[in-house]
């Protein structure tokens, strides 16, 4: 009789169960795949960021350099202006015969 009452019990049939589990977690996955931002776009976000900054960057020093460059060319030329007053003779008073 132990063999006719182990045989009577019904056991449940997982098989549905877990294949609907299965389909849950597929499900999931799938939707934080959809709710992560994609990693390459911040990737190339970060890229374009960096860049900005670098060509930003490099532009600020182009226009140090050449403000730079202006204010030796003004000084240059206020030296030559100094230099051109005290090389240059005094005018003298014009002279005039007296007239007759």
């Known amino acids: 009789m132990n063999g006719l009452a182990n045989d009577s019990i019904m056991t449940p049939d997982l098989e549905p169960v877990l ?3 299965k389909e849950a977690l597929d ?7 959809i709710l992560e931002p994609p990693q390459q776009k911040q990737d190339q976000k970060q890229d374009q960021k960096q860049q900005q900054q670098e060509q930003q960057q490099v532009s600020q020093e ?23 007053q005290r090389a240059a003779p005094e005018p003298r008073a014009a002279w005039h ?3 007759p």
């Open 19 to 21: 294949g609907h589990q």
């Open 27 to 33: 499900h999931l996955e799938q939707a934080l795949r």
């Open 62 to 84: 182009q226009a140090a350099r050449r403000l730079q460059a202006i204010r030796e060319r003004e000084a240059e030329r206020q030296r030559e202006e100094r230099n051109r």
């Open 97 to 99: 015969p007296a007239a």
